[in-house]
T-cell receptor, first 110, second 114 residues
Framework: SQQGEEDPQALSIQEGENATMNCSYK?????LQWYRQNSGRGLVHLIL?????REKHSGRLRVTLDTSKKSSSLLITASRAADTASYFC??????????FGGGTRVLVKP | AAGVIQSPRHLIKEKRETATLKCYPI?????VYWYQQGPGQDPQFLIS???????DKGSIPDRFSAQQFSDYHSELNMSSLELGDSALYFC?????????????FGPGTRLTVL
């Protein structure tokens, strides 16, 4: 079964609106990371939240982590057309490898 | 700042051929990871190396092998290529001495098997 699963699978919003996506995982983790990927291109690291952290901010990004529910959320505030991309959560457990979720495709309409 | 370099960026091969993908990690990074991302799928971990030794293994077919060299660059060798091997192959690097593991990804190699 997949370690990280994302919800929703796709999201369409207007520029200026906020976008929220969620990620659930199954096992204990060291940290959880969010990545962005433009169509068929490389993965860009957005933010890392450690297992002992509950919330983290970076610019227009806000990430929460609830280890009791094994879930995380990524909020993008005041979205821009350039935020159009797929967003993946990835968990790091023992062994340091990342296990990625299914991704949320975000479309920001101008 | 230097990033992870992957070469080639694009590769087209026929079935049953071999392919070699190269990854040059960020300077002073001691760990390299390989991931495979099929069309419309999420990246899947293949294999990793720490200080030139294999440190973990994921869903990597037996037809694939990899190694990390003394200069820390890594190569992924793929033999008897199949159509299903068509994917984006990412390399990521990190320095495990840090207190957390932020992996920096390269731009990927897009492999197309015809």
């Amino acid at each position: 079964s997949q370690q990280g699963e994302e919800d929703p699978q796709a999201l369409s919003i207007q520029e200026g609106e906020n976008a929220t996506m969620n990620c659930s995982y199954k096992t204990s983790i060291n940290n959880l990371q969010w990545y962005r990927q433009n169509s068929g291109r490389g993965l860009v690291h957005l933010i890392l939240i450690r297992s002992n952290e509950r919330e983290k901010h970076s610019g227009r990004l806000r990430v929460t982590l609830d280890t009791s529910k094994k879930s995380s959320s990524l909020l993008i505030t005041a979205s821009r057309a350039a935020d159009t991309a797929s967003y993946f959560c990835a968990t790091e457990a023992a062994g340091n490898k990342l296990t990625f979720g299914g991704g949320t495709r975000v479309l920001v309409k101008p | 700042a230097a990033g992870v370099i992957q070469s080639p960026r694009h590769l087209i091969k026929e079935k049953r051929e071999t392919a070699t993908l190269k990854c040059y990690p960020i300077p002073r990074h001691d760990t390299v990871y390989w991931y495979q991302q099929g069309p419309g799928q999420d990246p899947q971990f293949l294999i990793s190396f720490y200080e030139k030794m294999q440190s973990d293994k994921g869903s990597i077919p037996d037809r694939f092998s990899a190694q990390q060299f003394s200069d820390y660059h890594s190569e992924l060798n793929m033999s008897s290529l199949e159509l299903g091997d068509s994917a984006l192959y990412f390399c990521a690097s990190t320095r495990l001495a840090l207190s957390y593991n932020e992996q920096f990804f390269g731009p990927g190699t897009r492999l197309t098997v015809l």
